[in-house]
């Protein structure tokens, strides 16, 4: 079952190194890892109409595992879900997790498993467990 780990920052160098770091260790053919840092400019900020982009890139995914980092982020996550389909709002997945140690975990995690809560439990548990 393949999974997309969307990463969701105000900058894109940020996106960029943990989704480098997680594609090192993550099984890439069940795991795709999306960057979503940043402006569409390039500038700092987030962007509800990139993760959109995303969605519509990894259709073949079960789950769609939304990360991100400060509040406007969120808010453009929460944005995001609410302009797509309903199909696709029942796929995404907006972890309450820490950014880096979540995603990572949750990558670890789906590639060797389709649980989809086991995934979400181990990404929320990532910071208190020294992932």
């Known amino acids: 079952m393949k999974k997309s780990i969307f990463l ?3 900058s894109k160098e940020i996106t960029d190194g943990i989704k480098a770091m997680v594609e090192q260790m993550a099984q890439k053919e069940e795991v ?3 960057s979503l840092g940043g402006t ?4 700092l900020g987030s962007d509800p109409i990139k ?3 995303a969605v519509e890139a990894s259709q073949d995914a079960a789950v769609y595992l939304v990360f991100a980092d400060l ?3 969120v808010l453009s996550a929460e944005l995001a879900f609410d302009l797509l389909a309903e199909n ?3 796929k995404y997945r907006l972890v309450d ?3 880096v140690e979540g995603a990572f975990a949750a990558a670890i995690t789906a590639g060797i498993t389709d649980d989809v809560e086991q995934i979400m439990t181990e990404a929320k548990q990532a910071g208190k ?3």
Do not use: C, N
């Open 88 to 90: 696709d709002q029942k």
């Open 129 to 131: 467990k020294g992932w």
């Open 8 to 10: 969701v920052s105000h």
């Open 97 to 99: 997790a820490p950014l």
């Open 71 to 73: 509040g406007s982020a």
């Open 51 to 53: 993760i959109m982009a």
């Open 32 to 34: 795709a890892i999306f």
């Open 40 to 43: 569409a400019e390039g500038q």
